[in-house]
DNA sequence: CTGAAAGCGCTAACAG
DNA sequence: CTGTTAGCGCTTTCAG
């Protein structure tokens, strides 16, 4: 934003009519005489006119403009839910603005404020592991911005929501693991407050009762943190009395099975004929990581792009709406890091 | 952006002050009554006011928004650039707002019309490997507003920019293949007009003639397209008869080494023993696939950093600036698709 | 079909 | 220390 902008106002000027008419002949209003129309969009080429976004959103209340907060950019899952509601979003005239939590609760907060000041049209969130408190978001609802929740979502929260089926993909994975011969099995979850890993972790403990199998609470993990704890505590499990040890991981999502199963191999513990690894996501490594490691998969694009239609289902119709929640589909990838049934 | 908004009006009418008093002692100015401000923050905090970032944009001509455009946001070298962008641009007060051109140029032009209608203060562009005329580019110089490109860049254009050593990294690459004992070596490139990808194949060529190698144009592939044709033109290579068959493939980048790998294992084709195989960025897959791809490594998080860095002495300092270069160092990671020494 | 005028929410002289 | 005033660039009545 510098000077040496033409404005429609300099139109008018070298046109000698009033901007109110380059105005509309601009946004081809029907009624504008097709010669001044005419003149009006050859004036602007000519100046190298670029309509001012930010005067015109000012004016009319919107700015076409989305917001969206996810934990991590460059984790595939969510630069691939990026990529479709770009795609999507841009299909319908909208911009999108980015920002990650990196799984801070404070830094959401703010990535809230700094978009709800920006006025974006409305915000698609993938909350922070750390996000127990929902005011900030409960605070959009409440000044009537749309807010659509995907994949990292809360119970709390009155809003539209895209997900996965997190307790039947957990459900499915562990009965693969209970099928192909695993008795102990573990589960290496986040945080108690973190809806996404109860889910998965509630899935886990279904399939483990459904075949009779009491759950053992030594082997059900939660990490605060997602980076490192996650190993610390494997190596834990691993240190147990033989007896007591896992013969099977259940890891909340594939960022945490994949340092795992190369903690494993430098361990020399051979997968899966000494213990099973099971992840969630289906990141693009997981097929390739030796063993590759089976894992349920969530289809991130459509995730994105069904994120987006949410929000444009919501916006046409503000006044009488009632939240939906879209559930997609998981698979569940059976690869190398698990038993042959 | 919808009603119930609160402005610094409201703030003013309930404290019967003047609303510039309001914008002062919301911006902290230094020059307000201690008394009058604590009672505008309160009030703002009570009404629960949000500062209107458009409004502020119109008045001030700076967005504090920059616009980003990449070919494809969730390859990972991409998201990793973007995620140390705005980490970065978050630290310096800039949103960011983004694009990908998915290797269109007709897209690349609109994502850039759109920015400039937002008025980012900055762009920060990779080209889509379709872009020769940078026409719409050289028009943001025009109009001042400050470009950095990275990766993709262009010579034609005189911005500051973000590189590793293109050159230099293929160099090294081709020079480990020769080393290693491979003597017909392909290299599977971009289009002709793609600049990174020249640089490449002249780092690679100089390296053949370095060694005493006579380059065999029937082994330099220029693909137009990025996605299906370089495995179309490996296939052609490895249908040649025997003698002219390559005995190790360059690729300009993983995205493309990464399923040549597949392609040549679901051929059976012993890789390194029949061929060799060295890409380019260090993807993460690059290091699980089977064999582990050879590679040249860019520090993709550090250049989003650096863009951003560039973007502001620039923006510091606009008016006598030179566009400077930053070059990134590459390495070579050997690993297990190339012989051994 | 066109123009005049008001105003979106905010900042920044200028004057007190 | 505070208030008045004039816009930023655009859209949108309301008149003609």
Same mark, same amino acid.
């Given at each position: ?132 408190? @929902?005011?900030?978001? *409960?605070? %959009?609802?409440? /000044? +009537? #911005?749309? !807010?659509?929740?995907?994949?990292? $979502? ?103 099975? @994949?340092?795992?199963? *190369?903690? %494993?191999?430098? /361990? +020399? #513990?051979? !997968?899966?004929?000494?213990?099973? $690894? ?64």
């Amino acid at each position: 934003m510098r000077n040496t902008q033409a404005t429609i106002r300099d139109i008018a000027i070298k046109l000698n009519i009033s901007i109110s008419t380059v105005s509309r002949a601009l946004r081809g209003a029907p009624d504008v005489n097709q010669e001044t129309k005419k003149a009006v969009l050859e004036m602007a080429e000519k100046l190298n006119y670029e309509p001012n976004r930010v005067a015109q959103s000012l004016r009319i209340k919107r700015t076409n403009t989305l917001g969206i907060i996810v934990p991590e950019i460059s984790l595939h899952f969510f630069s691939s839910a990026i990529s479709g509601m770009q795609e999507e979003a841009a299909q319908h005239g909208y911009s999108i603005m980015i920002c990650q939590s990196l799984e801070s609760f404070e830094t959401e907060k703010q990535n809230v404020h700094m978009l709800a000041a920006n006025r974006v049209d409305g915000l698609l969130i993938s909350m922070s592991s750390e996000t127990k408190d @929902v005011a900030h978001i *409960q605070s %959009l609802i409440n /000044k +009537n #911005i749309p !807010v659509v929740l995907f994949d990292r $979502v809360s119970d709390a929260l009155p809003v539209a929501k895209v997900v996965v089926d997190d307790h039947d993909g957990a459900f499915k994975a562990t009965e693969h693991l209970i099928q192909t011969g695993c008795r102990r099995i573990a589960y290496i979850g986040g945080p108690l407050t973190f809806y996404i890993s109860n889910q998965r972790k509630r899935g886990y403990l279904d399939a483990l009762l459904h075949h009779n199998i009491i759950p053992d609470e030594q082997l059900i993990v939660h990490c605060h943190e997602l980076h490192t704890e996650p190993l610390e505590q494997v190596k834990r499990l691993l240190s147990l009395p033989k007896t007591q040890q896992p013969d099977a991981l259940f890891c909340l999502n594939d960022p945490i099975a @994949v340092p795992v199963l *190369q903690l %494993l191999k430098e /361990k +020399n #513990i051979r !997968v899966p004929e000494e213990i099973s $690894v099971v992840g969630f996501t289906n990141e693009p490594v997981s097929a390739f990581i030796e063993p590759s490691l089976t894992t349920v998969s969530q289809p991130s694009h459509e995730m994105g792009k069904k994120a987006i239609e949410l929000f444009l289902e919501q916006s046409h119709d503000l006044d009488n709406f009632t939240p939906v929640t879209a559930t997609m589909k998981t698979t569940l990838l059976v690869r190398n890091s698990t038993r042959k049934v």
